[in-house]
């Protein structure tokens, strides 16, 4: 198949794209930065080197898809989060509609059937309603939980507080998500075929915020580790002194508040998901502590 990749060589993009070579698929890979062309390349890739804004140029790299796979980069210098997550659907959509693609995989996020009260989450919600007036297109909605990776941001206050936290609770539930996981299933619907309008959960992990801190401690030589939960003024100026723009941290701060009231995962217990990622919450301690004592 003529597979088409957004988000560069990510997290989720660059073990998605290497899974689907592998198995002998053309697989372009769109990405801003053209110094990513030779390592796509060298994957055995085909770079498609703009910028996803721009319509002309992705109706051009779609045309002749089977499948396309999308995501909405990160901004953190626009100054209307949700607005930019929002314009960027609206052009891929465009840019689908007329280069006659017939299947797209879309990366959304847990908590994206609310369409407020989420953070950035709320942009996702925006764009699934973009493609969901789509006609004659299948698409598979990948709704991935918390990002492991996004514990990486408290590197900076364990070495300096000797804490982990956010504005909820240790006693709450969080469910995670390693994004390897996100493109082993991404890789697997993309082969096994998909019709229709479905959305996919994907989640590695469900465990207490106390357990994170416990096991993200215990890697890093640190059992006694505290998580502490801040209130939303707290996790906010924490954020921005920590040099987050303020609509970056009033976005985040948001998505806490979503964890904190547990709306984030109630569409994924109504429909009875559980955890099918492999990597587990010990799994990424282990990597976090090389990320801690790098």
Excluded: C
Excluded at 12 to 40: F, R, W, Y
Excluded at 200 to 214: C, F, G, N, Q, T
């Amino acid at each position: 198949m003529k597979i088409i990749i957004t988000g560069s060589l990510g997290n989720i993009s660059k073990p998605l794209s290497i899974n689907l070579i592998s198995e002998g698929h053309q697989v372009t890979v769109v990405s801003s930065n053209k110094d990513k062309a030779d390592e796509i390349t060298n994957l055995g890739g085909i770079p498609a080197i703009g910028s996803v804004t721009d319509e002309r140029f992705l109706t051009d790299v779609f045309t002749g898809a089977d499948v396309v796979y999308l995501m909405v980069p990160n901004d953190f210098s626009t100054n209307d989060l949700r607005g930019h997550i929002k314009q960027i659907g609206e052009h891929y959509a465009n840019a689908v509609k007329a280069a006659g693609v017939k299947k797209v995989v879309l990366l959304s996020s847990i908590g994206a059937h609310l369409p407020k009260g989420t953070g950035p989450i709320a942009g996702l919600y925006d764009v699934e309603q973009t493609f969901a007036k789509l006609e004659n297109i299948d698409i598979l909605i990948l709704r991935p939980a918390y990002f492991y990776n996004n514990l990486y941001g408290n590197i900076d206050m364990i070495k300096h507080a000797g804490i982990i936290g956010a504005n909820y609770g240790a006693d709450q539930a969080i469910i995670m998500v390693d994004p390897k996981d996100i493109a082993a299933v991404a890789a697997s619907k993309i082969q096994e075929g998909f019709s229709g309008k479905s959305i996919v959960y994907i989640a590695s992990d469900r465990r207490l915020l106390k357990e994170v801190a416990e096991q993200i401690g215990k890697a890093i030589g640190k059992p006694e580790l505290p998580w502490i939960a801040f209130d939303d003024t707290q996790a906010f100026e924490g954020m921005v002194g920590a040099g987050l723009p303020a609509e970056i941290a009033k976005n985040y701060e948001e998505m806490g508040t979503a964890i904190r009231s547990g709306v984030l995962w109630e569409d994924f217990d109504l429909n009875n998901n559980a955890p099918i990622g492999k990597i587990k919450l010990e799994d990424f301690a282990k990597q976090f502590a090389l990320a801690y004592n790098a």
